[in-house]
């Protein structure tokens, strides 16, 4: 009816992806912390080699089609809401599948959605109960490497004089995707080896270093990096939506927590061998779920070695 109202918002409280994926007898495999996929059921699919092209996060009630079919049906849409994928699937309006829904849920064809859970913690790392303290944000070693006062003082980092395995060193605190501080790396200022320390029994393939702050950033594209202090200049030159891999191999629970939160990746990783091949790695492993566009550096060159201007060029 033309004139039927319908409460979106109500509606879309009290109904989920998982319960409208159900009906529809579309299903998934799990490939991440909240990452789903499998063979796309739009109408719109026709790419005969995109078998595998429609990705689910159930945390967000959303959905994406990586197809080139799908996307230009949609007008460039990647993805959307459980009310534009009713509307797809049945082709109809938004507002017109809002109400085939809120219909649905009053003569009880649908369950009504539970109250949403958390995601699990990605890692195992648990949140530590101290915080160290007494840290020299204004230390040599820290202007060396670029870094404003403004900076070091955001990130937490700077040398630490105190008791314990770090002491010496410059320290980094390392937080999970919901922002609980989990480790410190400690980074050594002279050629003491190793050159990074890290806790014994920390997985850093669980994690990845500024997720929490790029997440609260509310930008749908990552700029991915390799390390610590890739990050701290990106972010100096202006981006907030960086994380760091904290080496140069992306780990399947990294690449589960990128396409948890992100339609998009940026790789700006290290122009070395190590770089190139974790670039390869990193593109084939997140393609499949999100977009993904690759920033090529001047060859030997990293990120942490740029001007903000020059990041920003290549950003652009």
Same mark, same amino acid.
């Given at each position: 009816?033309?004139?039927?109202?319908?409460?979106?918002?109500?509606?879309?409280?009290?109904?989920s992806?998982?319960?409208?994926?159900?009906?529809y007898?579309?299903?998934?495999?799990?490939?991440?912390?909240?990452?789903?996929?499998?063979?796309?059921?739009?109408?719109?699919?026709?790419?005969?080699?995109?078998n595998?092209?429609?990705?689910?996060?159930?945390?967000?009630?959303?959905?994406?089609?990586?197809?080139?079919?799908?996307?230009?049906?949609?007008?460039?849409?990647?993805?959307?809401?459980v009310f534009?994928?009713?509307?797809?699937?049945?082709?109809?309006?938004?507002?017109?599948?809002?109400?085939?829904?809120?219909?649905?849920l009053?003569?009880?064809?649908?369950?009504?959605?539970a109250?949403?859970?958390?995601?699990?913690?990605?890692?195992?790392n648990?949140? %530590?109960?101290? @915080?160290?303290? &007494?840290?020299?944000?204004?230390?040599?070693?820290?202007?060396?490497? #670029?870094?404003?006062?403004? $900076?070091?003082?955001?990130?937490?980092?700077?040398?630490?004089?105190?008791?314990?395995?770090?002491r010496?060193?410059?320290?980094?605190?390392?937080?999970?995707?919901?922002?609980?501080?989990?480790?410190?790396?400690?980074?050594?200022?002279?050629?003491?080896?190793?050159?990074?320390?890290?806790?014994?029994?920390f997985?850093?393939?669980?994690?990845?270093?500024?997720?929490?702050?790029?997440?609260?950033?509310?930008?749908?594209t990552?700029?991915?990096?390799?390390?610590?202090?890739?990050?701290?200049?990106?972010?100096?030159a202006?981006?907030?939506?960086v994380?760091?891999?904290?080496?140069?191999?992306?780990?399947?629970?990294?690449?589960? %927590?990128?396409? @948890?939160?992100? &339609?998009?990746v940026?790789?700006?990783?290290?122009?070395?061998?190590? #770089?190139?091949?974790?670039? $390869?790695?990193?593109?084939?492993?997140?393609?499949?779920?999100?977009?993904?566009?690759?920033?090529?550096?001047?060859?030997g060159?990293?990120p942490d070695?740029?001007?903000?201007k020059?990041?920003?060029?290549?950003?652009?």
């Amino acid at each position: 009816m033309p004139g039927e109202w319908v409460d979106f918002k109500s509606v879309k409280a009290k109904i989920s992806m998982e319960t409208v994926l159900s009906h529809y007898d579309v299903r998934l495999r799990r490939v991440g912390v909240d990452q789903f996929r499998g063979k796309c059921p739009l109408p719109t699919h026709s790419s005969p080699r995109s078998n595998d092209s429609f990705s689910v996060s159930f945390t967000r009630n959303a959905w994406s089609c990586q197809s080139a079919s799908c996307i230009a049906a949609r007008s460039g849409r990647v993805g959307g809401n459980v009310f534009d994928f009713v509307a797809e699937m049945e082709r109809c309006s938004i507002r017109e599948a809002a109400l085939r829904l809120d219909r649905s849920l009053a003569e009880n064809l649908l369950p009504r959605a539970a109250p949403v859970k958390p995601a699990p913690h990605a890692s195992e790392n648990q949140p %530590l109960s101290f @915080t160290l303290r &007494n840290i020299d944000h204004q230390h040599s070693y820290v202007i060396s490497r #670029g870094l404003s006062e403004q $900076t070091a003082r955001y990130f937490g980092v700077g040398y630490y004089d105190g008791n314990g395995f770090l002491r010496g060193r410059v320290v980094i605190p390392i937080h999970n995707q919901h922002g609980e501080l989990v480790a410190y790396s400690g980074r050594a200022i002279d050629k003491t080896e190793p050159k990074y320390r890290l806790p014994a029994g920390f997985r850093k393939s669980h994690v990845l270093f500024n997720l929490h702050r790029a997440i609260q950033s509310r930008d749908y594209t990552l700029i991915l990096v390799e390390g610590f202090f890739d990050t701290f200049k990106i972010h100096q030159a202006g981006h907030q939506n960086v994380a760091a891999l904290m080496g140069s191999k992306l780990s399947d629970c990294q690449t589960g %927590l990128i396409a @948890t939160y992100f &339609n998009q990746v940026i790789l700006m990783l290290d122009a070395d061998e190590a #770089g190139k091949a974790a670039t $390869t790695a990193a593109a084939t492993a997140l393609s499949p779920m999100i977009r993904v566009r690759i920033v090529e550096l001047a060859p030997g060159s990293q990120p942490d070695q740029l001007a903000s201007k020059e990041i920003n060029e290549l950003l652009t």
